[in-house]
Nanobody, 124 residues
Framework: QRQLVESGGGSVQPGGSLRLSCAAS????????IGWFRQAPGKEREWVSC????????SYADSGKGRFTLSRDNAKNTVYLQMNNLKPEDTAVYYC?????????????????WGQGTQVTVSS
């Protein structure tokens, strides 16, 4: 079964860190662009970061620049989102998605695979 599975979410205090994982099973991430997106209650899903798996080109939304880092582990067929200095406004369900040619780091362009999401809560 081809699927993406996120993990690593949780509850942290402001200023804390989390590392989210997006593991693929049943297929290789090699040709795909991988995106991380998040959706807070009552808000639209928004992009956080994307990586072109083959050449590791990464992009970040302004909300996460300087705080979030995207990386990959080829051997584990997994992409990671390291999130530092977390803020309450980062609270959301975080999703990873994969698509061959999304055209842009926009959730509406990722149609091939989506994970089930992992909750991130930042609160004191």
């Amino acid at each position: 079964q081809r699927q993406l599975v996120e993990s690593g979410g949780g509850s942290v205090q402001p200023g804390g860190s989390l590392r989210l994982s997006c593991a693929a099973s049943g297929f290789s991430l090699a040709p795909f662009t991988i995106g991380w997106f998040r959706q807070a209650p009552g808000k639209e899903r928004e992009w956080v970061s994307c990586i072109k798996y083959k050449d590791t080109t990464t992009s970040y939304a302004d909300s996460g620049k300087g705080r979030f880092t995207l990386s990959r582990d080829n051997a584990k067929n997994t992409v990671y989102l390291q999130m530092n200095n977390l803020k309450p406004e980062d609270t959301a369900v975080y999703y990873c998605a994969a698509d061959l040619f999304p055209g842009a780091c926009n959730p509406k362009f990722f149609r091939s695979y989506w994970g089930q999401g992992t909750q991130v809560t930042v609160s004191s």
